[in-house]
């Protein structure tokens, strides 16, 4: 009866640490079907009627003119390793100043590139001075007359 139990968790544990060692795939984002997409027709729908037809994008371009865009990833994660994309879906609809459909794009994992997003910090003129020392720095400029409104 001994070797019963043994044997049993010895399959539970096998069957956990199998488990545990699964790949998981996980779809963030959305991009709308194809059937959804062929409704659209460039030259007379406008943004309103995309959003209508399709919904609102994930993101839509900086500027006024830009387009819209959908974005759909599968991320796929396994045991302690870090989460890999293995397919990435864009969608771009583009719009004249107008607001009306230009075309529409879809672009692959294949198609990106990887970009390096850096962190850009404009420096400002006053060098290493402390938050402190600039508070402390205005104390004595300033009169008791020109704090009371008086004097001018």
């Known amino acids: 009866m001994g070797g019963t139990i043994k044997a ?3 399959a539970v544990t096998l069957a956990l640490t199998l488990t545990a ?10 991009v709308p ?8 027709v460039p030259g007379i729908d406008t943004r309103a009627s995309v959003e209508e037809l399709v919904g609102v994008p994930s993101t839509a371009g900086v ?19 870090a989460p890999e994309v293995i397919d990435r879906t864009v969608v771009e609809i583009a719009f004249d100043p107008a607001g009306v459909v230009t075309g529409i794009t879809t672009y692959g994992l294949e198609d990106g590139q ?34 009371l409104g008086g004097g001018n």
């Open 21 to 30: 060692c699964t790949a998981m795939v996980r779809t963030h984002g959305y």
């Open 114 to 147: 990887v970009v390096p997003l850096t962190r850009r910090v404009t420096k400002s003129g006053d060098g290493d001075i402390s938050f402190i020392r600039k508070l402390f720095g205005n104390i004595g400029g300033f009169t008791a007359e020109q704090l």
């Open 33 to 40: 079907a194809e059937e959804d997409l062929q409704q659209i």
């Open 8 to 10: 049993t968790v010895a």
């Open 63 to 81: 500027l006024r003119d830009s387009g819209f865009y959908y974005i759909e990833s599968q991320i796929r994660t396994f045991a302690w390793q």
